[in-house]
């Protein structure tokens, strides 16, 4: 059968439109992908040598979160030198090698670009620091002197997304105390001044860079964080922020960010290729987020929205709606995600009850076959979406949150500062299981170290365990993805018609000559055929007129 499709697709598609307007984009998080040596944290040469995985899985490109010179104080987003690979992930060659690796299979390559905030360790920093208070290099960040008699309060009230006030106060050179600087993240991570024309000038050379260096598009990581309102009022309010939900403020999603994008567009657009990027942009509806995507800024963003949608039929028909509408009239494609390295894994998150939970942030213990069985079933519904898709690697696997880390070896820095809020994104950062029945299974060396302890049952759900194995979750990944590529019915096109069904707990819609239906309910139900079933996230009955859905199944069909 996908033989057959891939024939039509391709026959039919002549000149190829924009690749990233459908494309499926594969996350890799460097620390804990492939060790090639040793040391316990994946780097570029281990990526390079598992692209051969990733170009039989399907997808289009991948996207590589930070692995430049950093400190790690915020695995990476916080970013020392902005030109060079940190060591722990190899060198700059590496890098080019990758990419070049890469495009040698036909896939893309997108990187991670962090202009809100540099690293504590960034040269213009120490720099700033070391000059005392005066030094030009201060107003390249937000310095300002405390309140109170002594200085001794923050210049303001906002709070850090980690935790604690978005302040820490500096030593001047002589060790008296001297003044704050910003930083919505970590205190290793101060937040750029975008007013700064030398700031914006050194992010468009480093977009340069990096275009030179051959690679394919940059997620902006923190894209409606550059620009905060002037004179950083406060916000009248005790408040916490979190990340992926915070509301309108004086430093998110201000307008002015869009003229930064606007001038990162034409540079994108000078090079060949069709280079992109996409938006973390946090807004508060989903049109300030097609704000991003208008025609003359960045090409995708992030659908927060679509990943904080409760596992229920009339949610999802609402916000699967919503998004459509609102990068269609901006003439942009919808982004779809389920997982990403900030979040709890959807194998758990969609079982999760609870606002915050639903919403990712505290990964509580499911069943594991139930919470598997609904995971495969939203992600054969999310690749059927039009538009691009997210996927985080593991999530191919089935693997599960770990949820039991104990607090020694969580690494998070929002774990251990203040409340720990939104400090629980260790679990779902968990070196890949390759092979073998033990840790690190695959993932380094034979009886290496693994930054993260992974689980000992995870010798079940390895590449090795999965592959050509009919049924499991990496055959269902590898022939969804087989599907989508080549069913005509699955391209580009915004054209999703919603199906009437008699069962409430049934989402079913058409494009082109294809259906998807999810059972979303907790009964099975038995429904007419619409045609022949392409296929199936779990097991389904079938009678040559009508088929059995369990509950948490999906069913793709051509239609
Ligand atoms: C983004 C990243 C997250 C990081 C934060 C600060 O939200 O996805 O991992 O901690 O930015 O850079």
């Known amino acids: 059968m996908t033989d057959q499709l891939i024939a039509r697709r391709d026959s039919a598609v002549a000149a190829p439109a924009s690749w990233w307007r459908d494309a499926v984009i594969y996350q890799i998080y460097p620390r804990s992908?492939?060790?090639?040596?040793?040391d316990g944290i994946g780097d570029l040469p281990g990526i390079r040598s598992r692209?051969?995985?990733?170009?039989?899985?399907?997808?289009d490109a991948v996207w590589l979160s930070p692995f430049y010179a950093s400190p790690q104080a915020d695995a990476g987003y916080d970013v020392a030198d902005y030109r060079t690979v940190d060591p722990v992930f190899g060198t700059l060659a590496d890098a080019q090698g990758l990419i070049a690796d890469a495009h040698d299979l036909g896939l893309r390559v997108i990187v991670d670009l962090v202009p809100n905030h540099s690293s504590d360790q960034h040269e213009w920093f120490r720099r700033a620091l070391a000059e005392g208070p005066g030094s030009p290099l201060r107003e390249r960040y937000h310095f300002r002197p405390g309140r109170g008699a002594a200085g001794e309060l923050p210049p303001n009230d906002w709070p850090s997304i980690f935790g604690g006030p978005a302040w820490t106060r500096t030593t001047n050179p002589d060790g008296t105390p001297g003044e704050w600087y910003l930083h919505l993240f970590a205190p290793e991570q101060p937040d750029f001044n975008w007013d700064h024309p030398a700031v914006a000038d050194e992010f468009r050379t480093i977009l340069r860079f990096w275009l030179d260096l051959g690679v394919d598009g940059f997620r902006i990581d923190v894209a409606h964080g550059l620009v905060k309102a002037q004179g950083l009022p406060?916000?009248?309010?005790?408040?916490?922020w979190h990340l992926l939900d915070v509301g309108v403020s004086p430093c998110f999603d201000r307008d002015g960010v869009h003229e930064i994008y606007r001038s990162w567009r034409r540079i994108l657009d000078e090079y060949p290729g069709e280079r992109i990027a996409v938006a973390e942009a946090w807004a508060p509806t989903l049109e300030r987020v097609a704000a991003y995507v208008r025609p003359d800024e960045l090409h995708q963003a992030f659908n927060f929205s679509y990943m904080g949608t409760a596992w229920d039929v009339a949610e999802q028909r609402r916000v699967i709606d919503a998004s459509l509408d609102a990068m269609r009239a901006v003439g942009a494609p919808a982004t779809w995600t389920l997982s990403n390295h900030d979040v709890v894994r959807h194998t758990n998150r969609l079982l999760q009850t609870g606002e915050g939970e639903v919403a990712g942030r505290r990964p509580t213990r499911v069943d594991p076959a139930a919470g598997l069985r609904r995971a495969r079933a939203a992600s054969l519904l999310l690749l059927a979406l039009p538009g691009s898709a997210y996927l985080y690697q593991g999530e191919e696997l089935g693997l599960p949150e770990v949820v039991d880390l104990p607090p020694e070896v969580r690494q998070d820095p929002a774990f251990h500062r203040a409340t720990g809020q939104d400090g629980y994104r260790d679990g779902c950062r968990v070196p890949i299981p390759w092979h073998g029945d033990r840790?690190?299974?695959?993932?380094?060396?034979?009886?290496?170290?693994?930054?993260?302890?992974?689980?000992?049952?995870?010798?079940?759900?390895?590449v090795a365990a999965q592959e050509n194995v009919p049924g499991s979750t990496l055959s269902l990944y590898r022939a969804a993805l087989a599907v989508r590529r080549a069913h005509p019915g699955l391209g580009a096109a915004d054209d999703l018609r919603w199906v009437r069904t008699a069962d409430k707990g049934v989402l079913a819609f058409d494009r082109h000559g294809f259906r998807c239906t999810t059972n979303m309910g907790t009964e099975p139900v038995r429904i007419a055929r619409p045609g022949e079933v392409l296929l199936a996230s779990g097991p389904i009955e079938a009678d040559p007129d009508t088929v059995v859905l369990p509950p948490d199944t999906t069913v793709w069909w051509n239609a």
């Open 33 to 38: 992908f492939a060790d090639s040596n040793g």
């Open 51 to 59: 692209l051969p995985y990733l170009k039989d899985l399907g997808i």
């Open 234 to 240: 406060d916000l009248g309010v005790e408040t916490e």
């Open 439 to 462: 840790p690190p299974y695959g993932f380094g060396p034979p009886g290496g170290p693994s930054w993260l302890p992974q689980p000992d049952s995870w010798s079940e759900l390895s």
